[in-house]
């Protein structure tokens, strides 16, 4: 079931256009980020949904009511930022029934519901220490127990782990997730950390200059990025400079690529072809393998699990790639820089689009 439905939502500053005709839908208990450079229009979206930031024009609707001129007090959300916002006078039990007192809940009640909050983001005997007693994963928790103590229908979350450190925030992700999945509650994220959005979202809607370039599962904006902006900005990519000689081949210098049929592009055209370090195979090429070329090997950076290869084409020097290669095929092919090697581009896994 559709939960938020977003329909040609514009916001304008000035001259300035931050969302240009942005249209979405989410579903009920879905866990949703929006990811993308700075400026690119995803914290406005946010703060358009929340009410704190209206849109210039466009509709919102949420579980069917249309919220889109309601202010932030009469939609059903709860939101947590960047910065924690916790109330530094409030101790953590009474940051976190904070919203429960505002609506006039019973004191035992309240108690009842933030140490079972508590208790959830694993917090239990923090109840009566102040934020500043608390690391900032700590503060995290106890900003998430507050905006869930109203028992929200969506929950936003606006970057809420880009100031912590890489550890607690690699625990505090899949803690995030794990109660999102036990509560059912749907959840949208800003991010601008693809690692963040790769491992949390159930779809990730990558935004560019106010639009929305493409939306689906991680794998799949993974795998089949659908524009040039897509591959480049998630995860690393190779980018060649070509030419589309045919519908299924792509010539880059002096060297031919056979690839998936492209129906959107015209022979002649000047494109970029792409392709994952990842995907460059070395291992077990048949004699007859697609796309073999021969490199060289000009230099190797050790990142612990695996090598990057920065490798040249022997009889196009001009032509650069880089490839990822495991530990253990370093070892057992004794790479190492100035080893000439072939490797294959496989067809299925090489992206065109229009240069």
Known sequence: ?????????????????????????????????????????????????????????????????????????????????????????????????YGLVNRRMPRADIAFKVEELLDLVGLPASVRKYPA???????????????LAISPGLLLLDEPLSALDARVRLRLRHEIKALQRRLGVTTVMVTHDQEEALTMADRIVVMNHGVIEQVGPPQEIYRTPTTSFVADFVGSMNFLPGRLAMPDLVTVAGLSFACLPQDGLAPGKDVRVC?????????DLPADVVNRVPIEVADLDFVGAFCRASLKVRSEPQVALTADFSSNLIRDLGVRTGSHLDVALPPERLRVFAA
């Open 133 to 147: 007693q608390l690391s900032g994963g700590q503060q995290q928790r106890v900003a998430l127990a507050r905006a």
């Open 275 to 283: 392709i994952r370090p990842e995907d460059v195979k070395v291992r």
């Open 1 to 97: 079931m559709t939960y938020l439905q977003i329909r040609n939502l514009t916001k304008r500053y000035g001259t300035f256009t931050a969302l240009d005709d942005v249209s979405l839908d989410i579903e009920q208990g879905e866990f949703v980020c929006f990811l993308g450079p700075s400026g690119c229009g995803k914290t406005t979206l946010l703060r358009a949904i929340a009410g704190l930031d209206p849109q210039s024009s466009g509709t919102i609707h949420q579980k069917g009511v249309d919220v889109s001129a309601l202010p932030p007090a009469k939609r059903d959300f709860g939101i947590v930022f960047q910065s924690y916002a916790l109330f530094p006078n409030l101790n953590v039990g009474d940051n976190v029934g």
